[in-house]
């Protein structure tokens, strides 16, 4: 009998325990919430901006290749592709937080039958410490004076895209018009000038006409660098 009521009474401090720690998780929840609210009515709503410059904005594409020799890359291209590629054009070689730098070597004149495509070798001045397929980065045009957007800022709703602007401490939608896109990102053709100030993060919180708190201006190697 003893043992039942020991039981009992740890029954009954187990269930008082768990009640009192679900209480305590909800305060310090509606606790945090508030805190969130009131310092949003006081100082605004926290972005992150980056202001848009003009800039000549170098234009890649991708090659998967080889190394063949120590310093030599080999692939194969689209003629498509190969219309787009000169001999001593810039090479960019990602890897190990490290890029070489090189240029492209050859450009064969007939395709091979059997892959349907035409060899490329790129040329580095640097021993080349890799094995296996592995991406290049072929220059080939250079945007200039242009203004460019990451792609994962741009918001849609419906068949108009936007991102959102801050003039006087407050959030403005501003819609536009796109150019060419790439992995640079995305090159505007209408609705953003050189001095815009844009969200970059926070957007998913804003409305029109919101006050803002500005934590941080970033620059264009800061996003390239994220």
Known sequence: MNKIWLYAGIIVVFF??????????????????????SEWEEKGKPVILYEIKKENIPVYIKITVWKTSDRILEGYVSQDVRGQLKIGQEVILDIKKKKLKGSIATIADEIFLDKGMYKIQASFEESLDIEGWIIVYVRINTLNDAICIPSEIVNKEKDKFFVWKIQNGKSVRQDMVFGDRGSYGIEIAQGLSEGDLIVIEGASILR????????KKVSAQEISND
């Open 208 to 215: 029109d006409g919101d006050k803002v708190n500005i934590l």
């Open 16 to 37: 008082f325990s768990v009640i009192w720690k679900q209480h305590a998780v909800l305060h310090e929840r509606n606790q945090v919430v508030l805190s969130a609210v």
